[in-house]
T-cell receptor, first 115, second 111 residues
Framework: NSKVIQTPRYLVKGQGQKAKMRCIPE?????VFWYQQNKNNEFKFLIN??????LQQIDMTEKRFSAECPSNSPCSLEIQSSEAGDSALYLC???WGQGAGNTLYFGEGSRLIVV | QQKVQQSPESLIVPEGGMASLNCTSS?????YFWWYRQHSGKSPKMLM?????GEKEEGRFTVHLNKASLHTSLHIRDSQPSDSALYLC???????????FGTGTKLQVVP
């Protein structure tokens, strides 16, 4: 069983609605990643954090997506105004570090359906 | 945009057979590769990683890496129905970057 906990497993939103997902990383892992896996199994990196600080994020994330990893609280990813193209599996992963040699440990994902 | 390409898209092998999966990076600066396995409805889980030229074996799984061509392959011998899953290749370049994933090879092992 995954030690990275993601909630909710499923969420259904109308276009324009907010969608919020949460992630508790594996204990002791300082780095958290968010990826989007679409129906064609394309993985898109969204953002990552080391402790509470953003390390990298892509342009899409800067515009409609917001994310945070506050201390002593779950990390979260929020889509401000959902679009049909946002329907995907959102995977949170944690690791000991970023880059070479650091395995990602994934949660089970939050599947977003935008109707 | 730098890509990780996997082939074939899908593969059917008989139980007990050998499955061979391929992955190539178009980013010349990549120096680390991973193979993850994702069963249907589950999260990806790391199978093997490799950063040195050559071969690495763990049980029924063998990974090869050719750094000159940025090509890695995963071989599964004595394939079992429980090996049926999506196999994802990921690559990263040194520290400070995230892993880039391919779109996977869907393996089906038939009895």
């Amino acid at each position: 069983n995954s030690k990275v906990i993601q909630t909710p497993r499923y969420l259904v939103k109308g276009q324009g609605q907010k969608a919020k997902m949460r992630c508790i990383p594996e204990k002791g892992h300082p780095v958290v990643f968010w990826y989007q896996q679409n129906k064609n199994n394309e993985f898109k990196f969204l953002i990552n954090f080391q402790n509470q600080e953003v390390l990298q994020q892509i342009d899409m994330t800067e515009k409609r997506f917001s994310a945070e990893c506050p201390s002593n609280s779950p990390c979260s990813l929020e889509i401000q105004s959902s679009e049909a193209g946002d329907s995907a599996l959102y995977l949170c992963a944690s690791s000991w570090g970023q880059g070479a040699g650091n395995t990602l440990y994934f949660g089970e994902g939050s599947r977003l359906i935008v109707v | 945009q730098q890509k990780v390409q996997q082939s074939p898209e899908s593969l059917i092998v008989p139980e007990g057979g050998m499955a061979s999966l391929n992955c190539t990076s178009s980013d010349r600066n990549v120096d680390y590769f991973w193979w993850y396995r994702q069963h249907s409805g589950k999260s990806p889980k790391m199978l093997m990683s490799i950063f040195s030229n050559g071969e690495k074996e763990e049980g029924r799984f063998t990974v090869h890496l050719n750094k000159a061509s940025l090509h890695t392959s995963l071989h599964i011998r004595d394939s079992q129905p429980s090996d049926s899953a999506l196999y994802l290749c990921a690559a990263s370049r040194g520290s400070g970057t995230y892993q880039r994933f391919g779109t996977g090879t869907k393996l089906q092992v038939v009895p």
